[in-house]
């Protein structure tokens, strides 16, 4: 048994394969804060659109959605976010191949899986224009209720 | 001995490694590869149990004189005590 202080990078090497938890909030639905598991290996091919890619910002490691391949890099995005990023190719080392959710194990190739990603990509502009609507809303009752105590300060 | 909660054990590969969940991911930063009899122990030791038992345990699936199981067993509940996995 043997116990490790990682940076992904050089377990992948040295392992063939990284297998941790997930952190944060950024591919909900289908990866849950602290609670799944995933297993990244080495990017070893160009990416195609739907692969789930790992490259770094920083010092912290991001796994997002590569949307679309261009040149010299990808268009990627979180499952859960609403900007796009754009991915230089050499930034990107490691790719999602299979993840545990809850219990659960799936692999990236399983035919389920690809429906998802693929109706999670494609409801992005209803997503976005449902997010719209709801921002609009709350600024809207954001000056409603800040005209509403001006007008009861006065009053009193 | 028992193994702390926060660990789930994930079989990739024919491979068993334990990773860290919930709050335990904030606190342990790594993976712990086990073997076969390692994997074993561990899913055991995620209940309370004796050095005695873990030993009985391994002699009821392995093939295997007392003697080196008894100490494959003291081994392990050894590096798990040590590496703070045990409760």
Not at chain 1, 56 to 70: F, N, T
Not at chain 1, 98 to 118: G, I, P, Q, S, V
Not at chain 1, 125 to 144: C, D, E, H, Y
Request: glycine share 6%; charged share 35%; aromatic share 10%.
């Amino acid at each position: 048994m043997e116990q490790e202080k990682y940076k992904i990078e050089d377990v992948m090497r040295e392992k063939g394969a990284y297998i941790g938890p997930t952190v944060g909030v950024s591919m909900l639905p289908m990866l849950k804060n602290r609670r799944d598991t995933i297993v990244v290996r080495p990017k070893t091919e160009r990416l195609k659109r739907l692969d789930v890619a790992l490259y770094k910002r920083g010092d912290a490691y991001v796994l997002h959605r590569v949307i679309q391949p261009i040149e010299g890099g990808y268009i990627i995005r979180g499952d859960n976010c609403y900007a796009d990023e754009h991915i230089p190719e050499d930034a990107v080392f490691g790719v999602l191949t299979e993840f545990f959710r809850k219990d659960k194990h799936y692999f990236c190739t399983d035919k389920k899986y690809l429906r998802y990603a693929e109706r999670r990509v494609r409801s992005y502009p209803r997503r976005m224009f449902f997010l719209r609507v709801k921002n609009k809303i709350k600024a809207g009752i954001k000056k409603f209720l800040r005209i509403f105590k001006k007008k009861d300060k006065k009053e009193s | 001995m028992k193994i702390k909660n926060g660990f789930v054990l994930r079989k990739v590969g024919g491979e068993s490694v334990v990773v860290p969940v919930g709050a335990m991911s904030k606190e342990f930063h790594g993976m712990i590869n086990l073997n076969e009899t390692g994997a074993l122990l561990w899913n055991f030791y995620t209940e309370d149990h004796t050095v005695e038992d873990g030993v009985a345990a391994l002699l009821a699936e392995y093939d295997v004189e007392e003697e080196i199981a008894r100490r494959d067993v003291e081994n392990f509940c050894k590096v798990i005590t040590e590496n703070g996995f045990a409760e």
